[in-house]
């Protein structure tokens, strides 16, 4: 499993864009969502200094079919609306890949949090493209739950070594003295970091390696 954050712009055609960038000042979370075969339903709090002015710019716009007002409160309300382009809800359903909630935009920009297999995570990069969404994979990391990568002793050692200095510059601790404090045979010292160097230098290249391999599929997110 992957856990990755990305970075979204919404097309300047979507009523997201246009009322966000209109209102630059106010925020718009998502709290909950539900697409349909070709619409979508959303539960969003609105706040910022002109919450009634956000609010009839979404009741007046053309992709907003349906919208009533839940609560309200001193500078924000909340908000439940049927809207026609809810491309993130699309994306996120034709790639199999949820998007965790609350999602906040501000200013015609995103930031999303989403967890799923490699593949999932490619087909909702797939899926941006297709409907016009930009974006910028900001980290893609492995799930901790689903494997450990060093094991409880290559751990040990590890830990040892940061905590005595092995890896300083310079060094304040040689391998003979990291062996003696941890009572194990200098050989298996070695042997042990070595093992534990090797999965973590190659953890980081394959993540690299994924994240480059995103982020040649896509443009950079345009500045708005």
């Known amino acids: 499993m992957a ?12 009523w997201i864009q246009q009322v966000s ?25 609105i706040a910022g200094p002109d919450v009634p002015g956000v609010v009839e710019a979404m009741t007046g716009h053309e992709q907003i079919t349906e919208l009533s007002t839940i609560q309200r409160g001193e500078g924000k309300v909340t908000v439940h609306f049927e809207t026609t382009d809810p491309l993130l809800l699309f994306s996120s359903r034709e790639s199999g890949m949820p998007i965790e909630l609350p999602v906040e935009i501000q200013n015609g920009m995103a930031t999303i949090d989403v967890t799923g297999t490699r593949q999932r995570l490619a087909n909702l990069a797939s899926q ?11 980290t893609v990391r492995e799930d901790p739950h689903e494997r450990q990568l060093l094991s409880e002793r290559q751990l040990e050692v590890v830990v040892a070594a940061v905590d005595e200095g092995y890896y300083d510059t ?9 062996a ?37 599929t896509n443009e950079p997110i345009a500045s708005t």
Do not use: W
């Open 3 to 14: 856990q990755a954050t990305l970075a979204i712009t919404m097309p300047e055609q979507v």
């Open 21 to 45: 960038t209109a209102h630059p000042d106010s925020t718009f979370r998502v709290l909950a969502a539900v697409p349909d075969s070709e619409s979508g339903f959303a539960l969003v709090e």
């Open 128 to 138: 941006l493209e297709r409907f016009g969404i930009q974006y910028r994979i900001e």
């Open 170 to 178: 310079p060094r304040r601790c040689s391998l003979t003295e990291l």
């Open 180 to 216: 003696d404090h941890l009572d194990i045979a200098k050989s298996t010292c070695s042997e042990t970091l070595h093992r534990a160097e090797e999965a973590v230098v190659k953890r980081f290249v394959e993540n690299v390696s994924h994240v480059d391999e995103f982020a040649d």
